[in-house]
């Protein structure tokens, strides 16, 4: 049981490359998340899937596309890097609606510079 | 909207000594409140949780208690260990007014225990 994968650990971009973040769970969980780590904010949600077959927007959509693939798997891609999207990415998961609150469980993130 | 604030820190203690970091929520129902710690090089993993008021979370040492009259979830710990460095995060979540597992999360504290 390796709970949530995220590929790469590293990546190193330049300004208007592209790149997809993959990650994936093998517990069952509904709902997946990816988020961006910055310095003194905390973490903010990028995208997330509810459940398999649907995605929306969270705090900071912009610049950020998300496909989940099957209810394993939910990608994360950059279509034109910028430096402002420097940061470590992380994906989660969780089983929504099971009880009356919910523990996400994180990758070990992405760590994405953007020159 | 809902929002959390934490101490940022640095925090410096030595080995053995007492810990206490600060969080305070603002939120219009009823969240679930969190302890979350990322340790060097990892993701966020659950430290402790608590659902409603005056209940108190606890694992590996550490306490928090879901005070409502003053919206707090302060962590502490008796005795820390130089294991413990790590950055801690306060997070909050309401299902009741989302479909999903809305986590805010606050800045984080990054706390180095020295020996």
């Known amino acids: 049981n390796a709970g949530v994968t995220q590929t790469p650990k590293f990546q190193v971009l330049k300004t208007g490359q592209s790149m997809t973040l993959q990650c994936a769970q093998d517990?069952?969980?509904?709902?997946m998340y990816w988020y961006r780590q910055d310095p003194g904010m905390g973490l903010r949600l990028i995208y997330y899937?509810?459940?398999?077959?649907?995605?929306d927007k969270g705090e900071v959509p912009n610049g950020y596309n998300v496909s989940r693939l099957n209810k394993r798997e939910f990608s994360l891609r950059l279509e034109s890097a910028a430096p402002s999207q420097t940061s470590v990415y992380f994906c989660?998961?969780?089983?929504?609606?099971?009880?009356?609150?919910?523990?996400?469980?994180f990758g070990p993130g992405t760590r994405l510079t953007v020159l | 909207g809902n929002s959390v604030t934490q101490m940022e820190g640095p925090v410096t203690l030595s080995e053995e000594a007492f810990l206490t970091i600060n969080c305070t929520y603002t939120?219009?129902?009823?969240?679930?409140l969190f302890w979350y710690v990322q340790y060097p090089g990892e993701g966020l993993q659950l430290l402790l949780k608590?659902?409603?008021?005056?209940d108190k979370g606890s694992n590996k040492g550490f306490e928090a208690t879901y005070r409502k009259e003053t919206t707090s979830f302060h962590l502490e710990k008796g005795s820390v260990q130089v294991s413990d460095s790590a950055v801690y995060f306060c997070?909050?979540?309401?299902?009741?007014?989302?479909?999903?597992?809305?986590?805010?999360f606050g800045p984080g504290t990054s706390l180095s225990v020295i020996p």
């Open positions: 899937s509810a459940s398999e077959g649907t995605t």
């Open positions: 997070a909050l979540s309401d299902q009741r007014k989302t479909s999903y597992d809305k986590v805010i």
């Open positions: 517990m069952n969980h509904n709902s």
């Open positions: 989660a998961s969780s089983d929504y609606g099971t009880v009356s609150y919910n523990e996400q469980f």
């Open positions: 608590a659902t409603k008021a005056d």
């Open positions: 939120a219009t129902g009823y969240p679930s």
